[in-house]
């Protein structure tokens, strides 16, 4: 019968052996990591992969040297003080993009790409101002709407968000919008849509539309122009969202067309003190003498 000690022996020889192994493997592996870590550390640092160069492209003069800043700001420092922040193989993208949004209130859209090996490119995408929004109520000169005398205003962008002051000469090219009680932004994204249609379609009708006034729970006033020929007090349209402002937009031409076509052949052109489209198809108006 065969003695089971030697065998015993032998299973601890191989167990201490064994474990003797994994632990050089294990140290082994630990240097060579740490080895790795600590080479790619020291070449994250290495001018050659380092951003020397951000190249700012869509944005306007003014803002350039800001959003330059801020991309600048974001590539400082490291990542848990091993690799640099500004290796161009290694930046973060996201942060960059959000530090350069916050550079300019008329940046809508940031995208960056790597130029080069040393560089990094910032296209810049700005607001497109949608109309200009004044904090305050019109003021009248004689019955005529003074445009010169609004004040600073803020620039608008589609949705109705008011992103930058601008100054009161900036009003030809714009819809010009009064709403006193306005702040961050001019009214709700698809109450503004809706008033720009409307706006759009009085000048399309090539009723000169001067500027809109909010007012109080879901009233407006629109102040439409004199003639050239005529040029007495503006014209005073009343009109709500009741009712789809498409609707009231389209009694509106109605009335003004045919008040066209009856004082054409009289060799007159109709002006009004006001005109309320506030009821249906009854249109109530008052004409200047």
């Known amino acids: 019968m065969q003695s089971r000690r030697p065998v015993a022996q032998q299973s601890k020889l191989f167990s201490r052996q064994k474990r003797t192994r994994f632990t050089i493997l294990s140290v082994a592996v630990v240097v060579i990591v740490s080895s790795g870590i ?5 070449l994250s640092y290495l001018s050659v992969f380092t951003i020397q160069v951000i190249e700012v492209r869509g944005a306007g003069q003014d803002i350039i040297g800001s959003v330059r800043a801020a991309a600048e700001e974001s590539l400082k420092g490291d990542y848990l003080n091993l690799f640099s922040r500004s290796n161009v193989f290694l930046y973060s993208k996201s942060d960059v993009v959000k530090s350069t949004m916050t550079a300019s209130p ?22 497109e101002a949608g109309a200009l929004v004044c904090q305050t109520f019109p003021d009248f000169d004689e019955g005529k709407l ?15 968000l ?20 306005a702040k961050e932004v001019a ?18 009708s090539n009723i000169a539309i001067q500027a809109i006034l909010f007012k109080d729970k879901g009233e407006y006033e629109a102040y439409v122009k004199g003639s050239d020929k005529d040029d007495r ?19 509106l031409i109605l009335f003004w067309n045919h008040a066209l076509e009856v004082a ?3 060799g007159r052109i109709p002006v009004y003190e006001y005109v309320d489209v506030r009821y249906g198809s009854n249109i109530f108006f008052r004409e200047v003498k």
Do not use: W
């Open 38 to 42: 600590f080479v790619m550390s020291r």
């Open 106 to 127: 008329r940046i809508e859209g940031v995208e960056v790409k790597r130029n080069k090996l040393t560089g990094i490119t910032i296209s810049v995408k700005e607001k």
């Open 146 to 160: 003074a445009l010169d005398r609004h004040g600073a205003c803020l620039l608008a962008d589609a949705s109705g």
């Open 162 to 181: 008011l992103y930058e002051q601008v100054a009161s000469s900036s009003v030809d090219g714009y819809n010009l919008y009064y709403a006193p009680a």
């Open 187 to 204: 009214t709700s994204t698809e109450e503004f849509k809706a008033l720009q249609e409307f706006y759009a379609g009085m000048k399309k």
């Open 233 to 251: 007090a503006t014209t005073v349209i009343y009109f709500n969202n009741t009712r789809p402002l498409s609707l009231e937009l389209e009694n």
């Open 264 to 266: 054409k052949p009289k």
